[in-house]
């Protein structure tokens, strides 16, 4: 019996190290902050002290739902309780520190001590950053907590980074946007966001696939959320677009020419007007869309495109498209009935190994051998009238298409014989015609001259001899 109430006892008393509850909140300054107690019993007094127990008296409750709070300056605006749960508003460096509750009921007390442990992140040098210039992130505690918390960094693609809540790395346009440092204790996670700004142009793809009956956009744009006020800020000096011409050794001109470049204060393009490729500035410039469009491709489009800002110290932020155009091109030009006829397909360079053409024919078409590139077509025929078509495919993806129109012409030997012919038949009328038409003046002429002869000089009638 004594065994068993001793037992008892043991067990519900904790042992005084541990006298109360404790918890521990992480908190960045200006932050509010909620410091929920345990338990709230009904009927209970509710005592907020800062610092120690018994120390400053923040805010009391009791159970009619009296309360009262600090009349000290500095926690003046800042305190409201939510039940039994203090709120803290706007968190001050100076209010870091240990808060204690205790609820009084029935003659017992329970005692939760909170530990408010200062997180302080630091973004230096402060953000918009150069692309290229260095990042560096830090995410410190202002106070030794009783178990260490891992922290960390997490990138804006949700990647952890850096070094005990270190970052040191030159700025791209994937570190832009928020960054959250981690502090994780017991499994919990609690998050400190910072919203990098990275002054860069937003990546494009490599290579542009087009056809010559498809429209081109060429992509350029500065990260969406950087403004032209930050890039100025940065001292752009310019910004132009270049374009090199794919040559046919398959490698690009080195001798780039200047298509546009940006009026800074207008947010203009200016024209080269040398260099007219028919391409025309997109019109958001003022949100930083800086692409080119044009209607329709041509093969003279195929090349690199350089889009490049220059900023003050020759540092220049730069994205290059390779425009790829895909043609069908007919041998011969003009097709006749019967002739043979090659169709290619071509983007003027070699494929690369993971991309294939595929053919279309029109509907009545023969079932002709179709080649990778080429299709040879022995005798071209009626059922040969119509769209003939070459997509580009990578990995089951089409890239573009074309589609060409294979209008026949008819057969030399009858329509032009036909042609020939009548001309000739008509040619030979005419002759006659004028021929008669001559014969009857000179005919008519001589009959005149007879008359005139006989009425003008009358001769007399019979013969007079002398
Ligand atoms: C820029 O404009 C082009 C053409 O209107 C459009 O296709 C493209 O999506 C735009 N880019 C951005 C980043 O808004
Ligand atoms: C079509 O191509 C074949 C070989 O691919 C060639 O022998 C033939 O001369 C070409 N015909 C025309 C009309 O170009
Ligand atoms: C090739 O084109 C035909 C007709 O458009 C289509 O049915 C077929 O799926 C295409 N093949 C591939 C590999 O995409």
Redesign the pocket.
Known sequence: MLLLIWLLCSFSSPPSSLCCAQKEIYAKEGQDITLEPTSYPAQSYVYWYFERQDGHQLAWLNPLGGKGFSNDEKWTNRLSLTGASLVIKNLQKDLFGTFVCKISAGGRDSITVFKVIQVNVIEKPASPLLSGDYLSLTCSLGSVPQNTPEIYWLSPRGNREGNKGTVYIPARSEHHGKWDCVVKINGKEKKFPVSVTVVDL?PVPSHQYTSTDSPL?I?C?LI?GVTWEQVKNKEIEEVQWHFAPKLSSGTFSDQPKQLFSLDLEKLTWKKVQDNDKGLSP?Y?IK???L?L?KSKATVGDRGRYTCSMKFKNDRTLKTTVDVVVLEIITHPKTIIYGQQVNLSCSTGEQLPNDMKLNWTLPKTSSPYILYPTHITVPEVGKGDNGKWGCELLQGGNKLTSVEILLKIEPRLSVWMLVIICSAAVILLLLLVLAFIHYRRRKQKKRLHRHRLCQCKNPKPKGFYRT
């Open positions: 937003a956009t992509p744009s969406p997109v958001n949100k930083g869309n692409s469009t």
